[in-house]
């Protein structure tokens, strides 16, 4: 059997352009978003729930008003009608500088150090950085790209479509336990402790404890650095957490379980404080699609299990109860006495309720 399957995924590309061009971007993205709202205010004074009839109501006119090629209308038209399918009940507005849709009529690159596209004015090449990772995929673009302004920098995510993997075949699970103190636990013993981390986050936090209580313009700004550096930090982690464990998972021929953990902010008001704050400042989402689309690339297949009591059960008798886990990393069964780290008990647990929903079957295998 021959598998032939594509994901898409995104590469972010730096545009260099220079004093003026960095202005007639800043102005492309602006007259474009003034035309998405005047495209939307009419989608909505209209009730228009299609982009065809949206496009005879607004088409030239906003192509002349706003001095926009055809296809730049398109793609506005296209802009607004996206946002009303998320959210009908109220008219949506856009920021000036928010995302701008190109696509291949619009759009071209020109090998690996200039690409050509529209702005208000007419075609103009650009100057771009790229990395190794980025170098190595964009042979693969297609589609659109979408134009955005960061931080006073414009880039350009465009779409990649990666080929994946035939998938593995399985004959056991790799129990995943998202954690706070250990960022990762897993089945087979291993831990991704926090502890760096936590104190990397700790240093940004004073850091921007002091920035912000002078003020000054200098501050702000070195305050905006800080939260790029820590943002990237934070990303890196999840990265190398996320290929490991996919790594290990194929390598073992085992599914990769994890925990369904929607809502857990919400589920988190029960914890104190201090465990709140490092919930809510830990891109745990982030670490989970990682984990998705590497494991989709890799044909390693990905599970979710209900994540009730997972961190009370006894991963060897079962026994459930509020007081097996004594403290945040220790977890001690009142019914058998099983001692281990708490994190690892969970992910232990997790694998061996993957075998309820789906079952495998292996000689060789051993739930414990």
């Given at each position: 059997m021959i598998y032939i399957i594509n994901m898409k995924t995104a590469v972010k590309i730096k545009l260099l352009p220079t004093k003026e061009q960095h202005k007639l971007?800043?102005?492309?993205?602006?007259?474009?978003?003034?035309?998405?709202?005047?495209?939307?205010?009419?989608?909505?004074?209209?009730?228009?729930?299609?982009k065809f009839d949206l496009q005879k109501l607004v088409y030239h006119r906003v192509k002349s008003q706003y001095s926009l090629t055809a296809q730049a209308v398109i793609r506005a038209?296209?802009?607004?009608?996206?946002a009303y399918k998320r959210d009908r009940t109220k008219l949506c507005k856009f920021k000036p500088y928010s995302a701008m849709v190109y696509d291949q009529r619009i759009l071209r690159f020109k090998g690996l150090d200039t690409v050509n596209f529209w702005v208000l004015g007419g075609r103009q090449d650009f100057a771009i950085i790229l990395g190794?990772?980025?170098?190595?995929?964009?042979?693969?673009?297609?589609?659109?790209?979408?134009?955005?302004?960061v931080n006073k920098e414009f880039y350009l995510v465009a779409v990649v479509e990666s080929p994946t993997k035939?998938?593995?075949?399985?004959?056991?699970?790799?129990?995943?336990?998202?954690?706070?103190?250990?960022?990762?636990?897993?089945?087979?013993?291993?831990?991704?402790?926090g502890k760096k981390v936590e104190a990397v986050r700790r240093s940004y936090q004073?850091?921007?404890?002091?920035?912000?209580?002078r003020g000054t313009k200098s501050a702000k700004r070195r305050l905006k650095n800080i939260s790029g550096k820590e943002r990237r930090f934070k990303k890196d982690v999840n990265h190398r957490i996320s290929k490991k464990i996919v790594e290990k998972a194929k390598g073992t021929s085992s599914a990769i379980v994890l925990e369904d953990l929607k809502g857990i902010k919400e589920r988190s008001k029960r914890l104190g404080?201090?465990?709140r704050s490092l919930i809510g400042v830990w891109a745990f989402d982030e670490l989970r699609r990682f984990i998705e689309y590497k494991a989709e690339l890799e044909g390693v297949e990905v599970i979710t299990i209900d994540p009730r009591d997972t961190s009370r059960e006894c991963s060897v008798c079962g026994h459930t109860s509020k007081e097996n886990r004594k403290t945040q990393n220790l977890?001690?069964?009142v019914s058998c006495g099983h001692v281990e780290n708490a994190d690892l008990n969970a992910a232990r647990v997790i694998r061996k309720r993957a075998f309820v929903n789906k079952p495998i079957v292996a000689s060789n295998l051993t739930v414990a």
């Open positions: 971007l800043k102005d492309t993205l602006r007259v474009f978003n003034e035309a998405c709202n005047d495209i939307a205010k009419v989608a909505r004074a209209n009730g228009t729930t299609s038209i296209a802009k607004v009608m996206e190794g990772y980025q170098k190595a995929r964009m042979d693969r673009v297609k589609g659109q790209a979408d134009l955005i302004y035939p998938p593995i075949e399985t004959d056991d699970f790799l129990g995943v336990d998202l954690g706070i103190y250990n960022l990762a636990a897993d089945s087979s013993g291993e831990r991704f402790s004073r850091r921007r404890s002091s920035l912000q209580k404080k201090f465990l977890f001690k069964c």
